[in-house]
T-cell receptor, first 117, second 110 residues
Framework: GAVVSQHPSWVICKSGTSVKIECRSL??????MFWYRQFPKQSLMLMAT?????????EQGVEKDKFLINHASLTLSTLTVTSAHPEDSSFYIC?????????????FGPGTRLTVL | KQEVTQIPAALSVPEGENLVLNCSFT??????LQWFRQDPGKGLTSLLL?????REQTSGRLNASLDKSSGRSTLYIAASQPGDSATYLC?????????FGKGTHLIIQP
């Protein structure tokens, strides 16, 4: 089956630092990748959609200059949280959609827990 | 804006019972509907995917149905087990990607 990995699985950083999270599709080419955020006891909220080779599309209320998304290849997308603050502490989950499949199914990574001190 | 509602928000039952989890959505322009399981502090495990042209999907003790006309999907869990304890999320798949409900927190008592 389709496998998506995320790295790191958890990270603790000081306020003001930048953190990069990687999302990789291991056995398929992901023309589209999605980044979600989940606060405690809340559901997943879509942050942005990225297509390989083009700029990401951000959801309303998500600062594109704070959450930098790069989708430079068909198997890798990165999310960089710039100048992180405690309110950015959350569970970040990526998903990838197989461009060759007509199902539209998204495959999810295991998530990255970010804690900003 | 698409809204996805899941009922109940929480459910606790003895093992062995058959369960129905409900999901409703407001937009009829649906591509697919997915049901996921999420264990505490973990990512998502995909359970079932129903395409808009389908009425239901089955996997083991799980059965999911989709009724586009009423904007509803149900997840049926047969013969529940303590290992089924988790949060179950439904997600509406539209042109803009997935919209998630808030989930049903399920506890199966041994």
């Amino acid at each position: 089956g389709a496998v998506v990995s995320q790295h790191p699985s958890w990270v603790i950083c000081k306020s003001g630092t930048s953190v990069k999270i990687e999302c990789r599709s291991l056995d398929f080419q992901a023309t589209t990748m999605f980044w979600y955020r989940q606060f405690p006891k809340q559901s997943l909220m879509l942050m942005a959609t990225s297509n390989e080779g083009s700029k990401a599309t951000y959801e309303q209320g998500v600062e594109k200059d704070k959450f930098l998304i790069n989708h430079a290849s068909l198997t890798l997308s990165t999310l960089t949280v710039t100048s992180a603050h405690p309110e950015d502490s959350s569970f970040y989950i990526c998903s990838a959609r197989d461009g060759t499949s007509g199902s539209g199914e998204q495959f999810f990574g295991p998530g990255t827990r970010l804690t900003v001190l | 804006k698409q809204e996805v509602t899941q009922i109940p928000a929480a459910l606790s039952v003895p093992e062995g019972e058959n369960l129905v989890l409900n999901c409703s959505f407001t937009d009829s322009a649906i591509y697919n509907l997915q049901w996921f399981r999420q264990d505490p502090g973990k990512g998502l495990t995909s359970l079932l995917l129903i395409q808009s042209s389908q009425r239901e999907q089955t996997s083991g003790r799980l059965n999911a149905s989709l009724d586009k006309s009423s904007g509803r999907s149900t997840l049926y869990i047969a013969a529940s087990q303590p290992g089924d304890s988790a949060t179950y999320l439904c997600a509406f798949g539209g042109a803009d990607g997935l919209t998630f409900g808030k989930g049903t927190h399920l506890i199966i008592q041994p």
